[in-house]
């Protein structure tokens, strides 16, 4: 089955700064690569999200790419801001099965 | 409003005793799904199901049953809860697992 690698696993920035998260995957046939941000308390919810038929997207302050041939996708956010400040989740999924396969969660704190 | 809803959002429960937490959904989502979140390991997959009366395991599935009866609703059983089943749950619906994830607003369970 799939399985999703997500690092690091915490993260401390400046506000202002840039912060990075990326994962590996190792199903070849996935397709479809969500981002979600889980703020304290709170369910997750999507932020962005990539198929592999595209290699970059963004929306505004945050953008995700995708290496396909390395396995590897990850998420930027520009200009951090202290609501910024959740866990991220990482996820992969849509190949050949029906499940979607997310990573252990990065802890992003955008200090003042 | 479009939601997906889960009862109880909160559980404390004696090893052994059966079980019920419900979920709903109001978008006339295909696919539905339960995960169970727990500290370094993020979200993993308990069941899915593809649509009324198909229903298929995650990456959990020991100790969980599931029935989909109905399009709207998924329950999620636990017939003999043990203290590693402890965690925090999300039920989550879509239009199919490479689309965005809709969760629940959590339940959390403690079996003593």
């Known amino acids: 089955g799939e399985n999703v690698e997500q690092h690091p696993s915490t993260l401390s920035v400046q506000e202002g700064d840039s912060a990075v998260i990326k994962c590996t995957y190792s199903?070849?046939?996935?397709?479809?690569f969500p981002w979600y941000k889980q703020e304290l308390g709170k369910r997750p919810q999507l932020i962005i999200d990539i198929r592999s038929n595209v290699g970059e997207k963004k929306d505004q302050r945050i953008a995700v790419t995708l290496n396909k041939t390395a396995k590897h996708f990850s998420l930027h956010i520009t200009e951090t801001q202290p609501e910024d400040s959740a866990v991220y989740f990482c996820a992969a999924g849509g190949g050949g099965g029906n499940k979607l396969t997310f990573g252990t969660g990065t802890q992003l704190k955008v200090e003042l | 409003e479009a939601q997906v809803t889960q009862n109880p959002r909160y559980l404390i429960t004696v090893t052994g005793k059966k079980l019920t937490v419900t979920c709903s959904q109001n978008m006339n989502h295909e696919y539905m799904s339960w995960y169970r979140q727990d500290p370094g390991l993020g979200l993993r997959q308990i069941y899915y199901s593809m649509n009324v009366e198909v229903t298929d395991k995650g990456d959990v599935p020991e100790g969980y049953k599931v029935s989909r009866k109905e399009k709207r609703n998924f329950p999620l059983i636990l017939e003999s809860p043990s203290p590693n089943q402890t965690s925090l749950y999300f039920c989550a619906s879509s239009f199919g697992p490479p689309r965005e994830q809709f969760f629940g607003p959590g339940t959390r369970l403690t079996v003593l």
């Open positions: 199903d070849s046939a996935s397709n479809y």
